[in-house]
């Protein structure tokens, strides 16, 4: 069992940044595919961001070159640099990991709550 721990969200103004954390407790870090997920009231959760064990990146198109992925798994943590912050950004944001040997192991965070005013 893999316990993913977000941190960084609040309220930010609109073309504002905010850094989102999430802390892993695994020993296996380096072999999890990890993602960023975000989901509004009525709507599905959807990627935002991803992140492989090999480090390819992808992105939704909405955050295509204001959002940043990454990891230190050193540290066991993932990181969302958001920039140029949009009120349509305002979400709960759930950090995801996926084991890469044994795609059957499927792990969230509790979210983080991310607001952008206009």
């Known amino acids: 069992q893999v316990q993913l721990v977000e941190s960084g969200g609040g309220l930010v103004q609109f073309g504002g940044s905010l850094r989102l954390s999430c802390a892993a407790s695994t020993t296996i870090f380096s072999r999890y595919n990890m993602g960023w997920y975000r989901q509004t009231p009525g709507k599905q959760r959807e990627l935002v961001a991803g992140i492989s064990s090999g480090e390819s990146t992808k992105y939704a198109d909405s955050v295509m070159g204001r959002f940043t992925i990454s990891r230190d798994n050193a540290k066991n943590t993932v990181y969302l640099q958001m920039n140029s912050l949009k009120p349509e950004d305002t979400a709960v944001y759930y950090c995801?990991?996926?084991?890469?040997?044994?795609?059957?192991?499927?792990?969230w965070g509790q979210g983080t709550r991310v607001t952008v005013s206009s």
């Open positions: 995801n990991a996926i084991n890469s040997g044994d795609r059957t192991l499927v792990y």
